[in-house]
């Protein structure tokens, strides 16, 4: 076996390893977006070693770690997280594992029209949450019935007729068009009172093409250096002694199988709430490096 060297030491399961322990036992919020943010860039693109690094993910069960985060009180950090599982979903079974476990907690984040969320999330945060349930649902009818089940619809209509932000309704107006596409949904949209007009775009709208007709994915590096900032910082400087919180809140996912709770989870996991399980049955153990490449 050749000695690995160079930029491939960075996508090797030890990495991986190494970013999903950060990600499971910090509780500051720099850590946890720049974790995030490293394996948003790791998956990112079409290469052979994005292609491991997505299903290296799944095999060291770090869908379910980053799916936890997606309720985290920092911004910053749900923007990273949605956007490394946009980047983790192009990997076919990982698209299934997320769109069938993570999609409550996708929508959660999602402001109504002009009202937010709790939270108060940004536009770029709510932007990249709606990217990546475009990218969930896209090619799949299944992961879009997840998303109506997710009472997302309502939000969606919402934010593309009364969002003050042009690029919410533009993603918002993409995952409409996409779910509306499903010939085989309609009926079940149209006893919930929805119709043809509800998905239309309010403007007008082209879809981001893409290279050789692939799925798009972001390679935005996370995180970056602020200016002013002594150290390695990409929060608010107000943020610095806060510890890592979650929302109050829960979402019934009883419609699905019974989901195995992670007894080394050592923070915000909700006594009442099951952890989510996004982990590949058939992934037991992960393979051998060389049995990837």
Same mark, same amino acid.
Request: proline share 4%; charged share 25%.
């Given at each position: 076996?050749?000695?690995?060297?160079?930029?491939?030491?960075?996508?090797?399961?030890?990495?991986?390893?190494?970013? =999903?322990?950060? *990600?499971?036992? &910090?509780?500051?919020?720099?850590?946890?977006? %720049?974790? #995030?943010? +490293? $394996?948003? /860039? !790791? @998956?990112?693109?079409?290469?052979?070693?994005?292609?491991?690094?997505?299903?290296?993910?799944?095999?060291?069960?770090?869908?379910?770690? =980053?799916?936890? *985060?997606?309720? &985290?009180?920092?911004?910053?950090?749900?923007? %990273?997280? #949605?956007? +490394? $599982?946009? /980047? !983790? @979903?192009?990997?076919?079974?990982?698209?299934?594992?997320?769109?069938?476990?993570?999609?409550?907690?996708?929508?959660?984040?999602?402001?109504?029209?002009?009202?937010?969320?709790?939270?108060?999330?940004?536009?770029?945060?709510?932007? #990249?949450?709606?990217?990546?349930?475009?990218?969930?649902?896209?090619?799949?009818?299944?992961?879009?019935?997840?998303?109506?089940?997710?009472?997302?619809?309502?939000?969606?209509?919402?934010?593309?007729?009364?969002?003050?932000?042009?690029?919410?309704?533009?993603?918002?107006?993409?995952?409409?068009?996409?779910?509306?596409?499903?010939?085989?949904?309609?009926?079940?949209?149209?006893?919930?009172?929805?119709?043809?007009?509800?998905?239309?775009?309010?403007?007008?709208?082209?879809?981001?093409?893409?290279?050789?007709?692939?799925?798009?994915?972001?390679?935005?590096?996370?995180?970056?250096?602020?200016?002013?900032?002594?150290?390695?910082?990409?929060?608010?400087?107000?943020?610095?002694?806060?510890?890592?919180?979650?929302?109050?809140?829960?979402?019934?996912?009883?419609?699905?199988?019974?989901?195995?709770?992670?007894?080394?989870?050592?923070?915000?996991?909700?006594?009442?709430?099951?952890?989510?399980?996004?982990?590949?049955?058939?992934?037991?153990?992960?393979?051998?490096?060389?049995?990837?490449?």
């Amino acid at each position: 076996m050749p000695l690995i060297s160079g930029f491939e030491l960075l996508y090797q399961p030890e990495v991986v390893r190494l970013y =999903l322990s950060l *990600l499971t036992e &910090s509780q500051n919020y720099n850590t946890l977006e %720049a974790a #995030a943010g +490293a $394996l948003q /860039n !790791l @998956s990112a693109g079409q290469w052979m070693w994005s292609n491991y690094i997505r299903a290296t993910v799944r095999k060291e069960k770090g869908l379910p770690v =980053l799916v936890e *985060l997606l309720r &985290s009180d920092s911004d910053k950090v749900v923007r %990273a997280v #949605a956007i +490394a $599982l946009r /980047n !983790l @979903s192009i990997d076919r079974r990982n698209k299934d594992l997320i769109g069938s476990y993570a999609m409550r907690d996708l929508v959660s984040n999602l402001p109504s029209g002009q009202q937010r969320p709790a939270k108060n999330l940004e536009e770029d945060t709510v932007v #990249a949450i709606l990217n990546t349930i475009h990218e969930i649902v896209t090619d799949s009818s299944e992961n879009a019935r997840s998303l109506i089940q997710a009472q997302a619809i309502e939000k969606l209509v919402a934010i593309n007729r009364t969002s003050q932000s042009a690029r919410e309704t533009k993603a918002a107006s993409h995952v409409l068009q996409t779910v509306w596409s499903y010939k085989e949904l309609r009926n079940a949209l149209t006893k919930d009172g929805w119709n043809k007009t509800h998905f239309q775009p309010t403007v007008a709208v082209t879809p981001k093409a893409t290279k050789n007709g692939k799925p798009g994915y972001d390679d935005t590096t996370l995180p970056l250096m602020e200016k002013n900032q002594d150290g390695y910082s990409t929060i608010d400087q107000r943020d610095k002694d806060c510890k890592y919180k979650t929302a109050d809140g829960s979402a019934d996912l009883t419609e699905r199988e019974p989901l195995k709770n992670d007894t080394n989870r050592k923070h915000y996991i909700r006594s009442n709430r099951p952890a989510v399980s996004l982990v590949d049955a058939c992934d037991v153990k992960p393979q051998p490096v060389d049995s990837w490449v």
